[in-house]
């Protein structure tokens, strides 16, 4: 089934090392040219081109590589005021201790850890790194989060001369040996699939599922594994006795979508290895936003307002440098016990100023301090379109024209002295309780 579990499939012309990447001719458990155990073989390796690709162990694998003492030690990362594990090493895994685990619980179970604070600037830089060098195989790159990303390398064997199944295995060494953490990539053919397999053999794992197999693997998979199905749902599913994929396989799509709607739809397809959403590159993102969890939980507008500025001016910047805009204004809240609000509001034209993002956000915001305590806040756009019609001057009111104005005057100046330079009295000296505001393109 896997290729890296399927040693037993012999055709000579579909499989090489992973270590030095020689073609790999009929059987054998180990390399003929440099004895590494590390082979790939499956009938349709050379067909497939939607790849999935994460780092292994993140956070902790960045703090391994920049402190050699901890390669054999288990390392957590996390802690801080909020005393939850971000992420831990396999070593420590194999312990117990997982990613939203108490601090507490994590050295109860592996005490002898070594805990690490959480450094996101320097997570973001290595994620940004990671992420240029897949953008250097092909532009269809789509990032899913800081360490995750699919990649659409089709059409690609001819500008690299060799097939993606062979780009994806020297792309995982290059990270290896250039920035010194490892990746688990998934190749198939589409996004679903892909995804599932990049976590199939963690960590420096690379699984191969193909058309032929498709079915027949997801119907031994529990619904868990379909997108979209998160805890809530698979309970429903589960009160109608719906438990493992096959049971969707054989269930008819008009039973399915009366049942559950468009998500019936979305059961009755994936179920059946069906999926073609595309690969959209970064610039295709459906919106553009930044978020912040705090180190506490916050509750007044004098706490909040800050924060929301700050961000709202992060969402501009980078909609100015990727030229869109963007109509609907989505204000994202978690409160303290982790549920999540959003709330939209459209605008009569797309936007790109911080300041329509920030007073839109605002009066977003007004409606939910009351009293509740927040962890997260997020602001963003979606909606997005290119920003030549963005802002119409003569439809916004006055006001907001004048701080259009303004806003067009504070970038001029922070492009030709730089970021500091100018701040708003929102921001000027506040936001010290946020964490550096994460990048969240959807
Ligand atoms: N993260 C976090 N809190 C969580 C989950 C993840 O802070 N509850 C952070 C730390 C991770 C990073 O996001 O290093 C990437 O998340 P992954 O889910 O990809 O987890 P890892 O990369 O750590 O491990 P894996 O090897 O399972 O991908
Ligand atoms: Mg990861």
């Keep these: 089934m896997f290729a890296a579990m399927s040693a037993s499939v012999n055709d000579p012309s579909h499989g090489f090392c992973r270590d030095c990447l020689s073609p790999q001719h009929g059987g054998g458990m180990r390399c003929r040219a440099c004895g590494s155990p590390r082979l790939i073989r499956h009938p349709e390796l050379y067909a497939l081109a939607i790849a999935h690709i994460d780092c292994d162990a993140f956070y902790a694998a960045v703090e391994k ?94 500008l690299h001369g060799q097939p993606p199944a062979l780009v994806l295995a020297r792309f995982t060494r290059a990270v290896e040996k250039e920035i010194g953490i490892t990746v688990s990539a998934g190749l198939s ?63 008819e799509r008009g039973e399915l979508m009366r049942r559950y709607g468009t998500m019936g739809d979305r059961l009755y397809r994936l179920s059946r290895g069906q999926d073609e959403r595309r690969v959209e590159p970064d610039h295709d993102a459906k919106s553009v936003s930044a978020e912040t969890t705090f180190d506490t939980d916050l509750a007044t507008a004098a706490d909040l307002v800050p924060i929301l500025r700050a961000l709202s001016e992060k969402v501009s910047a980078r909609l100015k440098k990727a030229g869109i805009a963007g109509r609907t204004v989505v204000l994202k809240l978690k409160t303290h016990d982790f549920k999540i609000r959003t709330r939209n509001r459209q605008l009569g034209d797309p936007t790109r100023l911080a300041d329509r993002i920030f007073q839109t956000g605002l009066q977003l915001l007004e409606k939910e301090t009351d009293g509740t305590k927040y962890r997260l806040l997020g602001i963003g756009v979606s909606d997005l379109s290119a920003a030549d019609r963005a802002d119409p001057p003569d439809l916004i009111d006055v006001q907001s024209r004048k701080r259009a104005l303004a806003e067009g005057a504070i970038d001029a100046l922070r492009d030709k002295f730089g970021k500091k330079a100018v701040e708003t009295g929102y921001t000027f000296g506040k936001g010290r309780n946020a964490r550096p505001p994460e990048d969240a393109d959807h």
Excluded: H
Aim: net charge positive; aromatic share 8%.
């Design 65 to 158: 590589r920049d402190n050699p003492a901890l390669k054999d030690r288990p390392v957590i990362v996390g802690g801080g005021k909020r005393g939850v594990v971000s992420t831990a090493c396999y070593i420590a895994r194999i312990n117990g201790v997982r990613s939203a685990m108490p601090m507490f619980k994590a050295l109860e179970a592996c005490p002898g850890a070594v805990v690490i604070k959480p450094d996101m600037e320097k997570y973001v830089r290595v994620g940004r790194e990671v992420r240029a060098m897949m953008q250097a195989l092909t532009p269809l790159v789509e990032p899913l989060s800081i360490d995750e990303a699919f990649l659409d390398l089709s059409g690609t064997e001819r």
């Design 189 to 251: 053919y589409c996004k679903f699939l892909a995804k599932i397999a990049s976590d199939f053999r963690k960590p420096r794992g690379f699984s191969v599922i193909g058309q032929d197999e498709a079915v027949g693997f997801l119907a031994e998979q529990p619904v868990t594994m379909i997108w979209g199905v998160g805890k809530a749902f698979a309970a429903t599913l589960e009160q109608d006795g719906i438990r493992m994929i096959s049971q969707l396989q054989r269930m």
